[in-house]
């Protein structure tokens, strides 16, 4: 059993066999988590916010979809990942609570999150092959580099592994 | 340009807010007493300002349940305001204000019946309510609240909500912890979220 390396919100970090990565409690954040199915590099990147180039505080580029991913990728590249061998599965963009009225913006947050995620990993052709998104209810994910099964937590819900 | 940058507050602003969020705390806390008719304490408030990462393992561990409610403000400021509490803290503040007995097998359980789910929504808009009222007093702002939203769940997928919010302008979120202390010990965390301009209007009203 090799490590489990936490995630944090905003956050995003690589492995290699044996260990794995989580990252604890995903609301309407995306979990991403890219895995090279020949070198089994793993990363795992925690979206908060749809794109980088609406926000002029961007200065960690961990929180965005658009460079969380892209630096996610680099990393696991310096590690020895080839990108044609990636595939990505995600979990999370829930919406938390139900609001009704007003401001699309702020509460659709999720749902623009894995639009955004979805988007960004079509441009670099990198396919989804598996998601456990939207919905109201929080998520935890642990993706395991020796066999990337990314598995899913949530309260009151048995384990689900994808 | 806005006069508050949270990645690099002043001291006089976050002493403000600090005694903003005392405040709006105590008259909660005065709120929550004559709701269970009860004497309940306060511990003083702490305000951080807070990473991502810390908020959750502030109030426990990020996959620990609790129920959070959630009303966005406007008028002449906009945000939206948050109550947490854990989960214990909620069921025996449910089971006071419904005169139930506790049953000790659910004392730690996530699943709330309707009743018990609006109950729990009402106790969350008399606090926010009266904290946001005395907020409304100090400032001479006009503040209007939605009616509250309640959600029960792992505490760092609820608190992605304001957190995202604060996300959009910075690293780091205000967040003022309170411990109500009666004998059943509830503990309570408020994370409010004006916008970034709402900050300005409220610092000026104040005068600075």
Redesign the interface.
């Given at each position: 059993m090799g490590q489990v390396i936490k995630v944090?919100?905003?956050?995003l970090n690589i492995c290699t066999v044996p260990d794995s990565l989580t990252t604890?409690?995903?609301?309407?954040?995306v979990g991403v988590a890219l895995y090279d199915k020949v070198t089994k590099v793993t990363g795992l990147a925690h979206v908060?916010?749809p794109s980088s180039k609406e926000?002029s505080?961007n200065?960690?580029i961990a929180?965005f979809a658009d460079t969380g991913i892209d630096e996610t990728l680099r990393l696991m590249r310096e590690k020895g990942a080839k990108t044609e061998n990636i595939v990505a599965k995600i979990a999370g963009g829930?919406q938390?609570?139900?609001?009704s009225?007003?401001?699309n913006d702020?509460l659709n947050?999720g749902e623009r999150n894995v639009k955004a995620v979805k988007k960004k990993l079509s441009e670099l052709n990198i396919p989804i092959i598996a998601e456990d998104t939207g919905l109201?209810?929080?998520?935890?994910v642990i993706i395991d580099s020796n066999t990337g099964i990314f598995t899913i937590?949530a309260?009151?819900k048995k384990l689900k592994e994808i | 340009m806005s006069k508050i940058d949270l990645?690099n507050i002043d001291s006089v602003h976050f002493d403000v807010l600090k005694e903003i969020g005392n405040i709006g705390a105590g008259n909660a806390t005065t709120a929550l007493s004559k709701m269970l008719n009860a004497k309940i304490d306060m511990n003083v408030p702490k305000v951080d300002l807070v990473g991502?990462?810390e908020?959750?393992s502030i109030m426990g561990?990020?996959?620990d349940?609790m129920a959070?409610i959630?009303l966005?403000i406007?008028g002449d400021i906009d945000g939206?305001m948050m109550f947490l509490l854990e989960v214990k803290s909620a069921r025996s503040l449910v089971n006071t204000l419904m005169g139930t007995t506790p049953d000790p097998e659910k004392e730690n359980s996530?699943?709330f019946d309707e009743m018990e789910h609006s109950a729990l929504s009402e106790i969350g808009n008399i606090i926010t309510g009266a904290y946001l009222s005395a907020l409304s007093d100090l400032t001479r702002l006009n503040i209007s609240a939605?009616v509250p939203?309640l959600?029960?769940?792992?505490?760092?997928?609820?608190?992605?909500?304001p957190?995202?919010?604060f996300?959009?302008?910075?690293?780091k979120a205000l967040l003022i912890e309170t411990q109500f202390d009666d004998d059943s010990n509830i503990n309570g965390y408020f994370v409010l979220v004006p916008d970034l301009d709402s900050y300005d209007t409220i610092l000026s009203s104040l005068g600075l």
């Open positions: 944090g919100m905003a956050d604890l409690g995903l609301g309407s954040c908060m916010l926000i505080n200065s960690n929180k829930a938390m609570f139900a609001f009225l007003r401001s702020m947050i109201s209810h929080g998520r935890t937590k309260v009151g | 990645n991502f990462s908020m959750a561990s990020e996959e349940v959070g959630l966005l406007s939206m996530p699943e939605s939203h959600q029960i769940d792992m505490a760092a997928s609820i608190l992605s909500v957190a995202i919010e996300s959009k302008v910075g690293d």
